[in-house]
C-alpha cells in the first residue's frame, strides 16, 4: 500500500507545480497526529455512511488530507459564533461528500455533536443528505446540486471584497477572509461554475481560492468517457492562478505550500488542482465503487485496520484529534476576539461606518427606510413596471446602502442601475471600484443567480440583479436553492410576457410565472402599477429569508385607482369593489388594467356588474388570514383569472381561467395581445361565459377548502 | 473611413494566425460583386429592422463579409429542397442577428420572399423575431436564447458524425456535411455553450466550425466589463482547433482561408475568431447603439449611399447578387442530385442500410415495433419506474435502431444504458465508435438538452437521456426550445421525488412536474408501473413534434390491477372503478398504489367508496374527448388528488389537493413519505375530509369549463 505513505523521494515541496512565486513562510513538518486526524475523518465518514446504508465515502476519504491542511493551518473561524463577520469561509461544492463537512464541524466543535453524525441521512437530523445552510451551525450555503456552490464561493469572494472596499480603512483591515471551495470534476464540467469562473477572473478576486479534486472518477466511472479538457489551461484563460499538487493523498507539505502560494496571490482567484485517490484506503479506491455507496463491512473493517484503528469499533475519536482541533478552534476564538476589539475601536474613528456594518450585520433595514418608496396618483402617467423599479432603486440605493444591483448584460433594459451607480471592478480597470455597488454579471444568468445566493449569505449585502423572466428559466437550479437555503435576493425580472412583442415566442415567458410560483418559499410578484411596484420591493427587502422574483413589464402600464402599497403587500386585494357583482376578475400586472377596462365595458355593454382584484403575489396573499382572503375572493361570486400566460396554477383562486396555454407570437405587442384576445372584449366574453356557466349553482370560494396542505 | 476598404498592407492570408496547418486550395481573387452581395445582406438587415422599428441590425452587418463567403463558397444546400439529408448545417446561436439569416435565405432562394422580409417581426410572419425551426424553410434549429445555438450545433455535428459511423460504407461517403456556427460574446459567456464546446472537444468533432463574432460588445457596452477571459484559449483547453482572422469586416481572403484551415483539420472542432465591427457602416458602428436597436433613418441612408446604394430606395437586391447566389444555388441543387444518385446506388449494395436510412429520413418508424414494449401482469413483481425504462430500452433498442441513449454521468442511477450498448466515441479512445448509440453526456444537463435538441434536428436519431428529475431544471432553457421547436427528445427523468430518500430536499423535485406541465407542448410522463411506462414511451416514440419527460422512480413500484398500455395513452385512466362512488381518488406514479390502498382502508375501515384514476400524462389526457374525460372523472363526485409534489396545476382536474408544497427532507424514503402522510391513512383522512366538504353540494366533474382555451 505504497499510497498511504509519504512517498519516498522528493523534498516536501517538490510535488507543487508552481505558476508564480511561492511564498517564504516556514512549512512545520507534520507528524504522526495529523495523520491522526486525517484517518478519523475518512473514519467517521465510513461509518457514517455505513451506518445510514447511504452516501458517498469516496470524495472525503480522498479529501481529508487537503481538509486537515486547510481547516488546520490556515482558516479562521470559531466554532462558537458560526457568524463571525471576518470568518474565513468553507464551502464544499462537491456537496455529496458532506460526511466530510460534518465530521470537521464536529471534530473542530461546533455545535454538531456524535449523535448527530450518527443520525447522518436520518429524518430530521442536523446532517442532512447534503449541507444545508439553514440546519447546520458552520454549513455557509447549501450544496449538492453541482456546480452551486463553486457560484456561490464566488459570491461569497465578491462579497469579502465590496465589503472590504467599503469598510476597510487605513488600520482596520475588518474584512480581509479567504473564501475555500472544493470542487470536483461534476462542479467543473457545470456550466453554471464555468459562468462564476469566468467572472472571478474577470473580478480579480484574489481571496478566492478553490481546490479541484482530481479524482478521475465521477459516477459513470473513468472521467476520460467525457471529460478529457484541460482543466488548468480552461482556468488560465480565465485569469486564474493554477497550481498542481500531484499527490493530494499524502504530501501535506505540497498542499500546505500551493494554499499559501495561493494566498500571496492577490490578483487573481487560485485554483489548486489536487491529484487524488477516491475512498482512499477502501480496496475499492480509485474506482466508482467509493464514490456514491457506503463501504461493505469487511471493507469498513479493512480501513480501520489500514490507519490503526479497532476494527470493531465505530464512530471513535482519539482524544489527541479532538485535542488538536479544539486548540486551532480555540485560536479562532482569540482571533475573533481581537478582531472584536478592532471592531471596537473602529467605533471611535469611524462612527458612521461602524453603526452602518453594525445594523447590516444584525439583518436590520435602516430605520424607515420605506419612506423613501415612490408612492403614484391615478393622475401620474403610465409607466412601464421595469421604470418604476427602477424609480424604486433611484430612490431607495442611499438609504439601503447595502443593497448591491446588477444585470446580466441587460442594464439598458432591466433598467437595474441607478443614476450614479459605481460598478464593482478591481480599480485598475477604470470603470469601478471594489466598493461599488453594481454587478456586471455578463450574460451568466445561472452564475449570476447562484452567486447572490452567496453575496446573500456573507452577510453585508443584499443582492438584487436583473436579466429577462424567461431567462431566470436559465438560472432554475440556482433559483431552487435560493429558496430552500432561505437567502433574500432578489431578482429583477422585466419584459415579463407576450408584451415584449417582438422578440417573440423564443423571449416571452409562458411557464415561467408558474415554475416559480410552484417553487417553495419563493416570492413571485407581478405588479400592476407604480405602487404596486414599490410594494413588491418592500415585501422584497423585508422578508430575510425568501428569495423573490419581481416580473416587470417592457410596455407601459396606468396607475391604477386604488392601489396602495399597503393594499398590495397583502398580496392580493379589491381593486374595483362592485355591490352584487356577477362576476369577480382577478389578474395580475399588466392585464389587471385592462381587466379593470373589461368591468367598465360589460357594465355599459352588457349591464354586468364585475369586481376585480389584483394579486400580485400569490406566496403573500395564501399567508393572509382566511378572513382576509374571503372578502378578497368570497362566497357567492364566480372567479375569472386572466393572466397573459399559462393558467396553470390560477385554478387554486379562480373558478375559470383566461391565460395562455400555447407559446406565444413575434410582432408589435398590442397585437399580440388582440391575437390572444387579452383585450376588454376578450376578457368581456369570458367573464359573460363564466357567469353564465355558474348560474344556478351555488359557489364556493376558491379559498375554501376541505383541508389544510402540509406547510 | 478605412476600415470599409481591404488593409492596404499585407497579403490576402496575412491575417491569420494559424494553429495548423493551412491547406493546399487556392483562394480566389473577390471582385466587386462580392462586396455588392455583402453589402446587399447588409442593407436588407438595415431596412428590415427600420421597418419593424424594432430588431438587431448591429451583427448582421458585421457578420455579412463571413456569411458570404461561407455560404458562397463552403456550403452545400438546395433552397428547393431544405431537408436534403447531407446538406451542410448552419445555425445562427445569436440568433437575435436573424435578419442576416432571413437575408441569406432569401438570396439564395430558399421559400422567402421579399415581402417575407417586409414583415419581420409582424404578426404570423416567416420572419419573427428569433429563428424557428418550424416556421421558416432553411431554419435548422430555433435559437435566439443564448448559447443554446451553439449547443444545438454539437448536437447536429455529432448526429452527422453517428450518421457517418453507421451509413457510410467504402464509397458511399453518404454523410459528410459539416456543421457550421456563430456565435457571440453572450453566447460565448453562457454555461450551456461552454458545457457543449467541452463535450465536442472531448468528441472530436472535426466536422464542427464556428465562427465566433468578436466585436467586442454586448447589450451592457463594451464586453471588458464583463467578460476579460482569453477565449480562444479556452476552447484550445477544450481540445479545439482554433484560429483568429483579425480584419473579418474586410479580409475575405483570410476567411476563406480559415474556413479551408478548418475543413482540413479532421480530428477537433475548429473555432475561428473573427474580430469584427458590429454594425459595419453605420454612424454608430463599432457600439452597442447598432446592436438591438434600428439605425434612424439619416444613418440608413448614409449606409446606402457608403454602399453605392440609392439612399431613397428600401429592400433592393441587384440582380448580379440574386445572379451569384442562384448559380450556388443550382450547384447545390446539382450536387444534391450526385447524393441521390449515391443513394440509389447504395441501395444495391446495402439494401438493408439504404431502406434503414429511407425509413429514418421519412420519420416513421418500424412497422410493429410496439409489440416489443413489455407488458406487466398484476402478479408481476414490484419494479422501480427507472428500471422498467431499462427494461423498455432493453427490448426496443434493436428495433428502433434511431434511437440513442445516454446520460449526464448517471448511468448506473437513470439506467438508460442497454447491455450491449457501444459508446458514441472517437475510436481511438479504445471505448467506443462513431457509430456507437449512447453518449456520455458528463455532467452536463443543459447541454446535454440542447445537444439532444440538435441531435433530433438532424434527421437520423431520435435522442433519449437521462438524469435525476430535479437537474432537468437546470436543463430549463433548453427543454422550453424543444417545445418550441417541436422535436422529438425523451428526458429520463429518474429519482422524480421525496421517493429518492437520504439525498434530500436538495434532488427532491417539488415544483419540477408543475413547471414542465406549464410549458406548452411538453409531455411530463409519471407512470405507475411496467404498462405505464411502456405506454409512456410508446406515445414518446409515436409523437413526432413534442418532447417528453418521463418521471421515474427510485423506489420499487408494484404492477396495477388495470393498467394497460391501451388505457395509459390515453393520460387518464380509471384504475378502480367502483359503483356508488362518494370520492375519485386521482394521482400519478409512485403514489397510484398508495392511494389504491387507501382506497382498500376507505371501503374496510370506513364503509367509503372509492374510485381511483391514474393520470400518467396531463397533456395526453387534456387531448382526449370531452366525453372520455367525462368517464373520467364524472360529474357528482369530488376528486382528491394525490402526488408527492407541488399541488399547483392539480386544481384543473381535482376538487381538493394532496400534495407537498413545502421541501422534503432527507431520510430512508418511507419514513419520508410517513412524514408528509403519503400514506393509506393520510390519504384517507383527506379523501373523508373532500367527501365531508362536498356533502349537499352539486359537484360538477373539473372537466367542465365555462369556455375553452386558446390553442
Same mark, same amino acid.
Request: aromatic share 8%; hydrophobic share 40%; net charge negative.
Given at each position: 500500500?505504497?499510497?498511504?505513505?509519504?512517498?519516498?523521494?522528493?523534498g516536501?515541496?517538490?510535488?507543487?507545480?508552481?505558476?508564480?512565486d511561492?511564498?517564504?513562510?516556514?512549512?512545520?513538518?507534520?507528524?504522526?497526529?495529523?495523520?491522526?486526524?486525517?484517518?478519523?475523518?475518512?473514519?467517521?465518514?465510513?461509518?457514517?455512511?455505513?451506518?445510514?446504508?447511504?452516501?458517498?465515502?469516496g470524495?472525503?476519504?480522498?479529501?481529508?488530507?487537503?481538509?486537515?491542511?486547510?481547516?488546520n493551518k490556515?482558516?479562521?473561524?470559531?466554532?462558537?459564533?458560526?457568524?463571525?463577520?471576518?470568518?474565513?469561509?468553507?464551502?464544499?461544492?462537491?456537496?455529496?461528500?458532506?460526511?466530510?463537512?460534518?465530521?470537521? /464541524?464536529? !471534530?473542530?466543535?461546533?455545535?454538531?455533536?456524535? @449523535? #448527530?453524525?450518527?443520525?447522518?441521512?436520518?429524518? $430530521?437530523? *442536523?446532517?442532512?443528505?447534503?449541507?444545508?445552510?439553514?440546519?447546520?451551525?458552520?454549513?455557509?450555503?447549501t450544496?449538492?446540486?453541482?456546480g452551486?456552490?463553486?457560484?456561490?464561493?464566488?459570491?461569497?469572494?465578491?462579497?469579502?471584497?465590496?465589503?472590504?472596499?467599503?469598510?476597510?480603512?487605513?488600520?482596520?483591515?475588518?474584512?480581509?477572509?479567504?473564501?475555500?471551495?472544493?470542487?470536483?470534476?461534476?462542479?467543473?464540467?457545470?456550466g453554471v461554475a464555468?459562468?462564476?469562473?469566468s467572472?472571478?477572473?474577470? /473580478?480579480? !478576486?484574489?481571496?478566492?481560492?478553490?481546490?479541484? @479534486? #482530481?479524482?478521475?472518477?465521477?459516477?459513470?466511472? $473513468?472521467? *476520460?468517457?467525457?471529460?478529457?479538457?484541460?482543466?488548468?489551461?480552461?482556468y488560465?484563460?480565465?485569469?486564474?492562478?493554477?497550481?498542481?499538487?500531484?499527490?493530494?493523498?499524502?504530501?501535506?507539505?505540497?498542499?500546505?505550500?500551493?494554499?499559501?502560494?495561493?494566498?500571496?496571490?492577490i490578483?487573481?482567484?487560485?485554483?489548486?488542482?489536487?491529484?487524488?485517490?477516491?475512498?482512499?484506503?477502501?480496496?475499492?479506491?480509485?474506482?466508482?465503487?467509493?464514490?456514491?455507496?457506503?463501504?461493505?463491512?469487511?471493507?469498513?473493517q479493512?480501513v480501520?485496520?489500514?490507519?490503526?484503528f479497532?476494527?470493531?469499533?465505530?464512530?471513535?475519536?482519539?482524544?489527541?484529534?479532538?485535542?488538536?482541533?479544539?486548540?486551532?478552534?480555540?485560536?479562532?476564538?482569540a482571533?475573533?476576539?481581537?478582531?472584536?476589539?478592532?471592531?471596537?475601536?473602529?467605533?471611535?474613528?469611524?462612527?458612521?461606518?461602524?453603526?452602518d456594518?453594525?445594523?447590516?450585520?444584525?439583518?436590520?433595514?435602516?430605520?424607515?427606510?420605506?419612506?423613501?418608496?415612490?408612492?403614484y396618483?391615478?393622475?401620474?402617467?403610465?409607466?412601464?413596471?421595469?421604470?418604476?423599479?427602477?424609480?424604486?432603486?433611484?430612490?431607495?440605493h442611499?438609504?439601503?446602502?447595502?443593497?448591491?444591483?446588477?444585470?446580466?448584460?441587460?442594464?439598458?433594459?432591466?433598467?437595474?442601475?441607478?443614476?450614479?451607480?459605481?460598478?464593482?471592478?478591481p480599480?485598475?480597470?477604470?470603470?469601478?471600484?471594489?466598493?461599488?455597488?453594481?454587478?456586471?454579471?455578463?450574460?451568466?444568468?445561472?452564475?449570476?443567480?447562484?452567486?447572490?445566493?452567496?453575496?446573500?449569505?456573507?452577510?453585508?449585502?443584499?443582492?438584487?440583479?436583473?436579466?429577462?423572466?424567461?431567462?431566470?428559466?436559465?438560472?432554475?437550479?440556482?433559483?431552487?436553492?435560493?429558496?430552500l437555503s432561505?437567502?433574500?435576493v432578489?431578482?429583477?425580472?422585466?419584459h415579463?410576457?407576450i408584451?415584449?412583442?417582438?422578440?417573440?415566442?423564443?423571449h416571452q415567458?409562458i411557464?415561467?410565472?408558474?415554475?416559480?410560483?410552484?417553487?417553495?418559499?419563493?416570492?413571485?410578484?407581478?405588479?400592476a402599477?407604480?405602487?404596486?411596484?414599490?410594494?413588491?420591493?418592500?415585501?422584497?427587502?423585508?422578508?430575510?429569508?425568501?428569495?423573490?422574483?419581481?416580473?416587470?413589464?417592457?410596455?407601459?402600464?396606468?396607475?391604477?385607482?386604488?392601489?396602495?402599497?399597503?393594499?398590495?403587500?397583502?398580496g392580493?386585494?379589491?381593486?374595483?369593489?362592485?355591490?352584487?357583482?356577477?362576476?369577480?376578475l382577478?389578474?395580475?400586472?399588466?392585464?389587471?388594467?385592462?381587466?379593470?377596462?373589461?368591468?367598465?365595458?360589460?357594465?355599459?355593454?352588457?349591464?354586468?356588474?364585475?369586481?376585480?382584484?389584483?394579486?400580485?403575489?400569490?406566496?403573500?396573499?395564501?399567508a393572509?388570514?382566511?378572513?382576509?382572503?374571503?372578502?378578497?375572493?368570497?362566497d357567492?361570486?364566480?372567479?375569472?383569472?386572466?393572466?397573459?400566460?399559462?393558467?396553470?396554477?390560477?385554478?387554486?383562486?379562480?373558478?375559470?381561467?383566461?391565460?395562455?396555454?400555447?407559446?406565444?407570437?413575434?410582432?408589435?405587442y398590442?397585437?399580440?395581445?388582440?391575437?390572444?384576445?387579452?383585450?376588454?372584449?376578450?376578457?368581456?366574453?369570458r367573464?359573460?361565459?363564466?357567469?353564465?356557466?355558474?348560474?344556478?349553482?351555488s359557489?364556493?370560494?376558491?379559498?375554501?377548502r376541505?383541508?389544510?396542505?402540509?406547510?
Open positions: 500500500m505504497a499510497r498511504l505513505v509519504k512517498p519516498a523521494a522528493g516536501p515541496r517538490s510535488n507543487v507545480l508552481r505558476n508564480g511561492v511564498g517564504d513562510a516556514a512549512i512545520m513538518p507534520y507528524s504522526e497526529v495529523d495523520t491522526l486526524a486525517i484517518n478519523t475523518i475518512r473514519i467517521l465518514a465510513v461509518d457514517a455512511t455505513f451506518k445510514a446504508n447511504s452516501g458517498h465515502p470524495a472525503p476519504m480522498g479529501m481529508a488530507p487537503v481538509s486537515h491542511v486547510l481547516f490556515f482558516m479562521n473561524f470559531n466554532p462558537k459564533n458560526p457568524d463571525w463577520a471576518n470568518r474565513d469561509r468553507f464551502v464544499l461544492s462537491n456537496g455529496h461528500g458532506c460526511m466530510l463537512q460534518y465530521a470537521l /464541524l464536529h !471534530l473542530f466543535g461546533y455545535d454538531l455533536s456524535m @449523535d #448527530d453524525l450518527k443520525n447522518f441521512r436520518q429524518l $430530521d437530523s *442536523k446532517t442532512p443528505g447534503h449541507p444545508e445552510a439553514h440546519d447546520t451551525p458552520g454549513i455557509e450555503v450544496t449538492g446540486p453541482l452551486q456552490g463553486f457560484a456561490n464561493a464566488v459570491g461569497l469572494a465578491i462579497a469579502q471584497a465590496q465589503a472590504a472596499g467599503t469598510f476597510n480603512k487605513p488600520g482596520y483591515d475588518l474584512f480581509n477572509n479567504y473564501t475555500y471551495c472544493f470542487f470536483g470534476d461534476g462542479c467543473a464540467m457545470e464555468s459562468e462564476a469562473a467572472m472571478a477572473g474577470h /473580478l480579480k !478576486l484574489g481571496n478566492l481560492i478553490t481546490i479541484y @479534486d #482530481d479524482n478521475g472518477i465521477s459516477i459513470d466511472g $473513468d472521467t *476520460k468517457c467525457a471529460f478529457t479538457e484541460d482543466v488548468m489551461k480552461r488560465e484563460a480565465y485569469g486564474w492562478h493554477t497550481v498542481h499538487v500531484k499527490d493530494g493523498d499524502n504530501d501535506l507539505e505540497a498542499i500546505e505550500a500551493a494554499i499559501r502560494e495561493c494566498q500571496q496571490v490578483d487573481k482567484p487560485s485554483v489548486i488542482k489536487l491529484t487524488t485517490t477516491i475512498g482512499f484506503g477502501s480496496k475499492l479506491q480509485g474506482t466508482g465503487g467509493v464514490h456514491g455507496n457506503p463501504l461493505k463491512a469487511d471493507d469498513c479493512g480501520k485496520s489500514l490507519f490503526g479497532n476494527p470493531e469499533e465505530s464512530f471513535v475519536v482519539p482524544q489527541q484529534v479532538y485535542d488538536l482541533y479544539h486548540q486551532h478552534a480555540a485560536e479562532g476564538a482571533k475573533e476576539q481581537e478582531w472584536n476589539q478592532l471592531l471596537q475601536k473602529y467605533a471611535s474613528e469611524h462612527k458612521a461606518e461602524h453603526d456594518l453594525v445594523r447590516r450585520l444584525s439583518g436590520k433595514l435602516p430605520e424607515g427606510w420605506e419612506k423613501s418608496l415612490p408612492t396618483k391615478p393622475s401620474d402617467a403610465a409607466i412601464a413596471s421595469r421604470k418604476l423599479s427602477e424609480a424604486v432603486l433611484e430612490k431607495i442611499d438609504v439601503i446602502p447595502e443593497l448591491v444591483s446588477g444585470s446580466a448584460d441587460l442594464t439598458g433594459s432591466n433598467n437595474t442601475r441607478w443614476k450614479n451607480a459605481v460598478d464593482f471592478q480599480p485598475e480597470y477604470g470603470i469601478g471600484e471594489w466598493s461599488g455597488r453594481y454587478l456586471r454579471y455578463g450574460v451568466r444568468e445561472h452564475a449570476m443567480a447562484a452567486v447572490m445566493n452567496g453575496l446573500a449569505a456573507y452577510g453585508t449585502v443584499i443582492p438584487a440583479s436583473g436579466t429577462f423572466l424567461n431567462f431566470v428559466s436559465y438560472a432554475a437550479g440556482a433559483v431552487r436553492l435560493s429558496a432561505r437567502v433574500r432578489i431578482h429583477v425580472a422585466t415579463d410576457s408584451g415584449l412583442g417582438e422578440d417573440g415566442p423564443t415567458p411557464e415561467t410565472l408558474t415554475h416559480f410560483r410552484a417553487l417553495p418559499n419563493c416570492m413571485v410578484w407581478r405588479p402599477d407604480g405602487n404596486e411596484t414599490s410594494a413588491a420591493y418592500y415585501m422584497a427587502l423585508t422578508s430575510k429569508h425568501t428569495p423573490s422574483i419581481l416580473a416587470l413589464t417592457r410596455q407601459n402600464l396606468p396607475q391604477l385607482e386604488n392601489s396602495t402599497i399597503e393594499s398590495a403587500i397583502k392580493a386585494y379589491v381593486a374595483v369593489d362592485a355591490p352584487n357583482a356577477a362576476v369577480t382577478i389578474s395580475t400586472g399588466s392585464e389587471v388594467s385592462i381587466a379593470i377596462d373589461a368591468a367598465t365595458s360589460l357594465k355599459e355593454k352588457h349591464g354586468v356588474v364585475a369586481r376585480v382584484v389584483s394579486a400580485p403575489c400569490f406566496e403573500v396573499f395564501d393572509q388570514p382566511k378572513e382576509y382572503k374571503l372578502q378578497v375572493l368570497p357567492g361570486i364566480p372567479v375569472l383569472s386572466i393572466e397573459a400566460a399559462s393558467t396553470m396554477g390560477w385554478e387554486r383562486y379562480s373558478h375559470e381561467q383566461f391565460g395562455l396555454n400555447r407559446f406565444g407570437a413575434s410582432a408589435p398590442k397585437q399580440v395581445y388582440e391575437k390572444f384576445e387579452f383585450t376588454p372584449e376578450g376578457i368581456s366574453k367573464a359573460l361565459a363564466t357567469i353564465d356557466f355558474y348560474k344556478g349553482h359557489v364556493r370560494s376558491p379559498i375554501n376541505a383541508f389544510q396542505q402540509i406547510l
